[in-house]
Nanobody, 126 residues
């Protein structure tokens, strides 16, 4: 069992930055690809970014490329999402998620993630 706890959300003006953190419990963090998803009011949950277990590969949805950076620190069981140049359309609840241990490849669909955090609210004002 893996528990994920996100933090770092808040209210920021357009053009500002936030850094989200997600701390995972358990001993298998370093063997799991990790992802960030978000869900805006009235919309479906969407993929934002993902990172391989080693941190060597990353993927982003087109709308955040060049603005967001996903990273991880396996020694701290933590994955991060640095968000720069934030826009009002980035407003959403952001969720951290973990794939099954030793999965092949990095998933960009929510169905492939086995564990989820409770989410952290990010609000970007115009």
């Amino acid at each position: 069992q893996v528990q994920l706890v996100e933090s770092g959300g808040g209210l920021v003006q357009a053009g500002g930055s936030l850094r989200l953190s997600c701390v995972a419990s358990g001993r298998t963090f370093s063997s799991r690809a990790m992802g960030w998803f978000r869900q805006a009011p009235g919309k479906e949950r969407e993929f934002v970014a993902a990172i391989s277990w080693s941190g060597g590969s990353t993927y982003y949805v087109d709308s955040v490329k060049g603005r967001f950076t996903i990273s991880r620190d396996n020694a701290k069981n933590t994955v991060y999402l640095q968000m720069n140049s934030l826009k009002p359309e980035d407003t959403a609840v952001y969720f951290c998620a973990a794939q099954a241990a030793y999965s092949v490849g990095i998933a960009m669909t929510s169905y492939d993630y086995h564990y989820w955090g409770q989410g952290t609210q990010v609000t970007v004002s115009s």
